[in-house]
C-alpha cells in the first residue's frame, strides 16, 4: 500500500514563488523610480543650464551696450578735448548750483539767495549749451532744450518772486502782529522829603521826579525775551527833555535813524500783560506847559500820550 505524499515541499515552493514575485516587483519600481529620479535631475539642470544661458547672454549683451556707450563717450571726450572744453567742470558746477538752490528752497527757506543762485545757473547753463553747440553744432533738439531750461527757470524765478512776496508780506504782518501795546498811562509827580520819603506834589516847581507808569499788552506773536522801553518826554516848547540821570544807553534806532531818548528801562516779557513803571529825575526846573510823552519797543513808536504840568 503506497504512502500519502507531504505537503511540506509545495508550500516551500509557493513561499518562494511569492518572495520572488515581490523581490521582482521591488526591484521594478525601484529601477522606475531611479529612472523618475534621474530624468528629474536631468531635468532641473537641463532648466539651470538655460538660466545661465540666459544670464550669460543678458550679461553679455549688458556689456556689449557698456562698451557702446563708454565707447561713444571716449569719442566725445576726445572731441572735447581737441577743442580744450572743460564741461566737466561745468557740469560739476551746474549740478551743485542745482543743489544749493534746493537746499535754499526746502531747508533753509532763503529766497532772496535762491533767486540769486537761479541767475546764475541761467547764465552758466546758457554758456554750457554754447559751447556743447560750438563742439557738435546747434540741433532743433538742443535749442528745445536750451528754450524749456530757460522757460523753466524763469517759471522757478516767476514762482520764487511770488513766494519771496507772500513771504515780504507774511513777515510784514507777523511784525506788524508782533508789536507790543502800551495802555493805561499815568504820570505821578513826586519829590523827595528830608529824609528821603518821596510824596505826590502838585506845583511844577516842585517837581523833582516824574514817575511813568503803563501796562504792556499780552501777545502771542512776540518773541518772549527781555526788551527795553524807551521815553521820550517833549516839553512844551517842543524840546527833548534830559538829565545828569539820563542812561547813557538812552540810544535807539527809529526810522533807520539813531534818536536819543529822556530814559529807558528793561523788562522781562513772557507774552503776557504787565505793569511797568520808570522814574525819571529832572535836571532843570521844569516849566509850566502840555508835556508829550512818547514810547518807543523795538524801533517802533508804540504809544503816545500827554500831560499838563501846573
Keep these: ?41 536631468e ?20 556689456r ?26 561745468k557740469q560739476s558746477e551746474i549740478n551743485n ?24 545757473l541761467q547764465n552758466i547753463s546758457k554758456k554750457y549749451f554754447a559751447q556743447v553747440d560750438s563742439l557738435l553744432g546747434k540741433t532743433e533738439k538742443q535749442r528745445e ?30 511784525d506788524v502782529g508782533s508789536i507790543l501795546e502800551i495802555f493805561e498811562i499815568e504820570i505821578d509827580k513826586l519829590k523827595y522829603g528830608s529824609h528821603g520819603q518821596e510824596r505826590k506834589v502838585i506845583k511844577t516847581k516842585n517837581i523833582q521826579v516824574l514817575r511813568c507808569c503803563f501796562k504792556i499788552s499780552a501777545n502771542s506773536i512776540a518773541k518772549a525775551e527781555n526788551k527795553s522801553v524807551y521815553i521820550q518826554y517833549i ?21 533807520d535813524t539813531t534818536i536819543q531818548a529822556t530814559t529807558y528801562s528793561e523788562f522781562k516779557y513772557q507774552n503776557n500783560e504787565i505793569e511797568h513803571c520808570v522814574d525819571w529825575e529832572r535836571g532843570d526846573p521844569l516849566e509850566r506847559g502840555k508835556y508829550k510823552i512818547l514810547f518807543f519797543i ?11 504840568l501846573n
Design 1 to 41: 500500500m503506497e504512502q500519502p505524499k507531504s505537503k511540506i515541499p509545495r508550500i516551500i515552493i509557493s513561499l518562494l514563488v511569492i518572495v520572488l514575485a515581490v523581490i521582482s516587483y521591488w526591484f521594478y519600481s525601484y529601477s522606475v523610480a531611479q529612472k523618475e529620479f534621474e530624468n528629474l535631475l
Design 43 to 62: 531635468t532641473q539642470f537641463q532648466e539651470s543650464e538655460n538660466l545661465r544661458i540666459l544670464k550669460l547672454e543678458e550679461e553679455n549683451n549688458l
Design 64 to 89: 556689449s551696450e557698456l562698451d557702446d556707450i563708454i565707447e561713444q563717450f571716449d569719442n566725445s571726450r576726445d572731441e572735447i578735448d581737441n577743442l580744450n572744453i572743460d564741461l566737466d567742470e
Design 97 to 120: 548750483l542745482k543743489s544749493e538752490i534746493r537746499d535754499l528752497l526746502n531747508i533753509k527757506h532763503d529766497l532772496k539767495e535762491a533767486k540769486k543762485k537761479i541767475v546764475t
Design 145 to 174: 532744450v536750451i528754450d524749456n531750461l530757460t522757460l523753466e527757470n524763469k517759471e522757478i524765478t516767476n514762482k520764487n518772486e511770488d513766494l519771496n512776496q507772500k513771504n515780504t508780506d507774511l513777515n510784514t504782518r507777523l
Design 235 to 255: 516839553s512844551p516848547k517842543g524840546k527833548l527833555l534830559q538829565s545828569s540821570s539820563t542812561p547813557e544807553k538812552s540810544i535807539f534806532v527809529y526810522a
Design 298 to 308: 523795538e524801533g517802533t513808536l508804540v504809544a503816545a500820550s500827554s500831560f499838563k
